[in-house]
């Protein structure tokens, strides 16, 4: 049976409410930025897996756009895949960084919705 505390009810002032509300939103940008994580991450390992599929290869296609251009893989594929590759990882370390400063965010105030409403929220 369920305690005395447990079934009181506790008024919800418009604070609380606002704090429940944005809490709904940090939850949500916090599971947009966990896939937006996995798919920065994915694509990272498609182009590390590219790059070693390039030592292999004499020259590939690249495409720009709607067409393939034929390029040298010594020098120009490596070159745009090093290149993409940072623009991934500085993507990636900004998005870790936002999902940090939100989980902190998070759980100041996962903490103060539970000391009011307890586990009735």
Do not use: W
């Not at 694509?43 to 756009?65: M, P, Q, W």
């Not at 998005?95 to 919705?113: F, I, P, R, T, V």
């Amino acid at each position: 049976m369920a305690s005395k505390k447990d079934v009181t009810a506790i008024d919800v002032t418009r604070d609380d409410q606002n704090n429940i509300c944005t809490f709904g939103r940090m939850h949500r940008r916090a599971a947009t930025l966990n896939e937006l994580i996995t798919k920065k991450n994915k694509d990272l390992e498609n182009l590390n897996d590219a790059a070693d599929e390039i030592l292999i290869a004499d020259s590939c296609k690249l495409v720009y756009g709607e067409c393939f251009v034929t390029a040298d893989a010594d020098g120009d594929v490596t070159d745009v895949l090093e290149e993409r590759k940072s623009e991934i990882e500085k993507d990636l370390a900004d998005l870790e960084q936002e999902k940090s400063n939100l989980d902190a965010l998070m759980k100041d105030l996962k903490g103060k919705l539970y000391a009011k409403f307890g586990s009735q929220i």
